[in-house]
Antibody, heavy 120, light 108 residues
Framework: QVHLVESGGGVVQPGRSLSLSCGAS????????MHWVRQPPGKGLEWVAVISHDGSETYYADSVRGRFTVSRDTSTTTFYVQMNSLRPDDTAVYYCARGNGMFSRPLDYWGQGTLVAVSS | SYVLTQPPSVSVAPGQTARITCGGN??????VHWFQQRPGQAPVLVVYDDTDRPSGTPERFSGSNSGNTATLTISRVEAGDEADYYCQVWDSSTEQFVFGNGTEVTVL
């Protein structure tokens, strides 16, 4: 069955960097787009970024463009987000999710999330 | 940027019908996906492409989309349906996914 596991969360100071990973299994990784979605404590869902099935295209939310970079490694079936210049309002649970096809397709499987807290 | 508006909360008695709206400019021209998020859990896709259900979603969940409003309908509501529900669309003009603000469904 499809399994997504996020890792790398923790507490980080404002202005610093952090990298999150999402290990994928149970499906042909190279056939699906992958997304990051975040949820600040007590608030709603916010889409963060997407990478195409082959890594050739990426799109970002306005709030993270220029600071976050997504990538993927088909050999290890792992999806990443590199987060730079972190701000307190980046504090959230970060979920990775599988896109069932092209970018507009639904996010049909989600991981359990990893918490990132940006605080001095 | 594209904005999706949902009511903050909906209350419904067991066995009755809950309707959750998602408003957006010409949303009827887009494909709407709906997610259920129970407390402390990751979101789960319950309806996609306006009206389709993934395997595992009960038939009590249905969707519609026309004009400026999409609707998720939960028939014969059960206690286990208590959750937050989010609509989502892909905004092709900005190449971004957009979520609604979420609706908390309370079963009385």
């Amino acid at each position: 069955q499809v399994h997504l596991v996020e890792s790398g969360g923790g507490v980080v100071q404002p202005g610093r960097s952090l990298s999150l990973s999402c290990g994928a299994s149970g499906f042909t990784f190279g056939r699906y787009s992958m997304h990051w979605v975040r949820q600040p404590p007590g608030k709603g869902l916010e889409w963060v970024a997407v990478i195409s099935h082959d890594g050739s295209e990426t799109y970002y939310a306005d709030s993270v463009r220029g600071r976050f970079t997504v990538s993927r490694d088909t050999s290890t079936t792992t999806f990443y987000v590199q987060m730079n210049s972190l701000r307190p309002d980046d504090t959230a649970v970060y979920y990775c999710a599988r896109g069932n096809g092209m970018f507009s397709r639904p996010l049909d499987y989600w991981g359990q999330g990893t918490l990132v807290a940006v605080s001095s | 940027s594209y904005v999706l508006t949902q009511p903050p909360s909906v209350s419904v008695a067991p066995g009755q019908t809950a309707r959750i709206t998602c408003g957006g400019n010409d949303i009827g021209l887009k494909s709407v996906h709906w997610f259920q998020q129970r407390p402390g859990q990751a979101p789960v896709l319950v309806v996609y492409d306006d009206t389709d259900r993934p395997s595992g979603t009960p038939e009590r969940f249905s969707g519609s989309n026309s004009g400026n409003t999409a609707t998720l309908t939960i028939s014969r509501v059960e206690a286990g349906d208590e959750a937050d529900y989010y609509c989502q669309v892909w905004d092709s003009s900005t190449e971004q996914f957009v979520f609604g603000n979420g609706t908390e469904v309370t079963v009385l």
